[in-house]
């Protein structure tokens, strides 16, 4: 089974972006951890980040022909992007969104999710761990 984790504009700058809110892990060090997941559970594992909507929606039109499952932390996208949004919808693949903040205890305009009702599920508020348990949601969708 093969998963493609899509992580969204500024994630890039994990490890120094508000570590009050986001934590110290790095983004290497999230797909490290989650490269390790991916091999207990048998999943082949691919992770993109991009700054870009326009990239994200490339990529996960790209997923077609690859991906069974996608893992998207669309970031800020979450709260303004109808683009990501057609795009999960389009596809029609299996989509886990998840945040390492739990986005319904901040501000108000992080409140709304475009992509949590094309979205599986939403994974919010476990820090690094959302992305694991969206990989252990992921394994047990290919079991379903
Ligand atoms: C985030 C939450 C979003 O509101 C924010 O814009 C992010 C990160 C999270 O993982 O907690 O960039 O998706």
Not at 7 to 22: A, C, F, I, K, S
Not at 78 to 87: F, I, N, Q, W, Y
Not at 94 to 101: F, G, Q
Request: proline share 4%; hydrophobic share 45%; charged share 20%.
């Amino acid at each position: 089974m093969k998963v493609l984790v899509l992580h969204g504009p500024n994630l890039n700058m994990l490890g120094t972006r508000e570590p009050d809110v986001y934590g110290a892990a790095t983004l290497e060090n999230i797909n490290a951890m989650l490269e390790t997941e991916a091999e207990r559970l048998g999943l082949e594992l691919r992770t993109v980040q991009s700054n870009s909507e326009g990239a994200l929606v490339d990529a996960i039109q790209g997923a077609q022909d690859w991906a069974d499952v996608i893992v998207i932390n669309p970031a800020a996208y979450t709260h303004t992007s109808v683009a990501l949004r057609d795009a999960v919808s389009a596809v029609g693949i299996p989509t886990i969104e998840v945040h390492l903040s739990n986005i319904h205890a901040r501000e108000e305009f992080r409140h709304r999710s475009h992509i949590a009702p094309v979205a599986v599920g939403q994974i919010s508020g476990f820090g690094p761990e959302s992305y694991r348990l969206a990989l252990r949601a992921a394994s047990t969708l290919a079991k379903s």
